[in-house]
Each structure stands twice: as C-alpha cells, then as structure tokens.
C-alpha cells in the first residue's frame, strides 16, 4: 500500500499527492523522465515534457496535431474578439496555443488543481508558455461565468468531461444558453468528450440542434506515433457555418 503511492505502474513514479473533498489527485513521470502526467484517479488531466526546450508543446487531449490544435489554428486566424474562457485547468497547456493580444480566463473548482498548475516544480505553462494574460477563478464554472459580462468570449473551451463522473449541471440547456449569452457574435463553442464510460456526441447533438447550432464532432481516437499524444474526442458549436467552416 505504501509501495503504490510513489509508484504507479506503467505511469512510472509518483511525484505528488493531493486528497481534498473533489478526489485524489497525484503527478507522475513516466520510467525515462521526460514526461510528467496529471492523473485524478485513473484519467489524465494533463502532459508536459520535462525538457525546457520543449515545454511549451501542448501535450495529450491538447496536442497539436490533434482536434484541438486544428481548432485553435482556425479561431486564432480570425478571433472574434480577443478573449478566451476555458472551464477546467488541468496543468494549463491549453495557454500553449495563446497570443499575446489575448486575455484567457480559466475556471477551475479544484483547488489542489490549481496549486500544482501554478506550482511550476512540475509543470510550467502557466509560467513559461503563456503569450497572452492568462487568470484564474476558483470556484464552480457556471456560476462564476454568470459574472461575465454578455458577449465576451470569442471562444468558450469546456475541457471538464474526461473524467468517469463528469459535472452534468455543464451539458443542459439552461447551461448552453449561459454558454451562448456570454459568447460574442462569431464564437466558437469547443467542448472536450473523452471519457471511458459515456458517450456524449448524441446529447450534445441534441442539445446544439435544440438551439439551432452548426455543430461537429470530432473523434481522433487512433493509436498515435507522436510522444505525449493521447487520443481525444472534441465537439465544436457555433451559430453559423462561417465560424467553423475551416474545420473539417
């Protein structure tokens, strides 16, 4: 028992431990050291190469050459306006993809999250890899979002559903309307799916058909040669075809 709280099997050695009212979180590096590794309980929340000269490549669900690298690719050629609200930190890669015109607010209601993503004794986007102003709310995502004021998000990322028990109160249609009061004209709605045990393709469908949403989902669920790139589900809203019409 001891024994497994410093090593993890094929994860390698455990690194960090943190318990609190949401779960248990612990960091990881794998057996050669070069990638550490967010996990609450059995699902990854994060990746970052240890090297310094690679840090700031987004790893995992994040990666580059995944969904959300060609989603990002097309918002940042033409931002509706010049802010980005994210619901869920994990270890902050998703700043990896932000300019530096850019002002990025995440929304994270674990507190022990946002202590080892601050923390840059193990990850370092917060620190190193943000090119915009990139804060932090602690707290529940939907009632803090209502502080927003209407309109003010180009681009709303919801990365708060990879995990067995995800925060349904984020996926109803009283959620989507907050969603979509608080996005500008021209935003893009992306949300993260990957989850072992749900499928949520069908009531996202359902939901972005009930509002009259172009919506497109997208599976990159392969096995992949690239370090640090994990397979991952995304869907991506919008009100009309303009904004996503890139996408593919």
Known sequence: MLASIYFTGDTGRTLQVARNFFGTIHVTTDSTGRINSLHSGNTIHGRQFADQSRQCEPLSYHHENGPLGQVMAVFNASPANSRVGVIGLGVGAMVAYSKPDQQWKFYEIDPDVINIARNSQHFTYLQKCANGSVSIVEGDARLNLQNAPAGHYSLIVLDAFS???????????????????????GGILVFHVSSRSLNLNPILADLAQSRNL???????????????????????????????????
């Open 163 to 185: 995990s067995d028990a995800i925060p349904v109160h984020l996926i109803t249609q009283q959620a989507l309307d907050l969603y979509l009061s608080k996005l500008a004209l």
């Open 214 to 248: 172009i919506c497109i989902g997208f599976s990159d669920s392969k096995p992949s040669s690239l370090e640090g790139k994990d397979p991952s589900q995304w869907v991506v809203m919008a009100r009309s075809a303009p904004e996503i019409s890139n996408l593919s």
